[in-house]
């Protein structure tokens, strides 16, 4: 795991961390959010829990109060749900309005036809529905690959490497997957970053493969932390952030 682009992420935003505190942090089933002492907040997918206790974060309690920077610090570090933390942390230090920002369907720009092969890296189920429709040939690719017809990491690597379209989920920075997954790709003319936790921050992914990052700003976050609070997810979510797309050069 080498975590260049956490890292490189760190970096670039932790000049925006100082002099900033943590308000609050909420830590749902599906999402985790920081709201940062300037009133804004950034969203991230919580990962599952597998130590087998009932404390998932040893640090809990302590949080509120914290530097921003030290949150933000999680981005390179090896413990996941810290690293999921540090994702919230650095989205919420890139949510100032957009105003070249694309808002419309994350798809719509990539140009997708049924000559196309496009592989999916997390299992988009509204997107899976849109692409089937269009007829193109559509490969998933997933850490837990008990989803049938889902393909494994492995399995996956040759498909990335030959297809004409990507879309990358954003929980890859938390997983700690996307460096690999950059590696892995061919010459695909589109490759999108997609998904709440995709930051919104263009230079961290400069001479990369990425096309788009399609992430999300949260707009009303005593309504964004209500939602994860008592275990809302995505379609919940839509009615308080902006869904917004960037477009990148390479």
Not at 63 to 77: D, R, Y
Not at 162 to 191: H, M, Q, Y
Not at 202 to 226: K, Y
């Amino acid at each position: 795991m080498t975590l260049k682009i956490q890292r490189k992420l760190l970096d670039i935003l932790v000049s925006k961390a100082t002099d900033l505190e943590v308000e609050e942090v909420r830590i749902g089933l599906g999402y985790s959010a920081v709201k940062l002492s300037n009133g804004r907040s950034g969203l991230a997918w919580t990962p599952s829990n597998k130590g087998g206790g009932c404390t998932h974060l040893q640090a809990a309690g302590t949080l509120s109060g914290k530097p921003a920077e030290e949150l933000l610090a999680g981005l390179a570090g090896e413990d996941v749900l810290l690293r999921a933390l540090g994702v919230a942390t650095a989205n919420a230090l890139v949510a100032s309005p957009n105003p070249g920002a694309y808002i419309g369907n994350a798809l719509d720009p990539l140009g997708i036809t049924s000559r196309d092969h496009v592989a999916m890296v997390g299992y988009f189920g509204p997107l899976v529905k849109k692409l089937q429709q269009n007829g193109c040939r559509l490969d998933i690719i997933e850490l837990d690959s008990t989803r049938p017809g889902v393909l494994t990491p492995q399995e996956g690597k040759n498909v990335l490497g030959n297809c004409d379209v990507a879309i990358l989920t954003g929980t890859s920075l938390i997983t700690g997957t996307l460096d690999d997954l950059f590696a892995s790709l061919g010459k695909p003319r589109g490759v999108v970053l997609l998904g709440p936790s995709a930051p919104l921050c263009p230079e961290v992914f400069a001479n990369t493969p990425l096309t788009q990052i399609s992430g999300a700003r949260v707009l009303d976050c005593d309504s964004v932390f209500r939602v994860i609070s008592e275990g809302g997810g995505t379609p919940l979510l839509k009615h308080y952030v902006a869904f917004e797309t960037l477009f990148l050069t390479r």
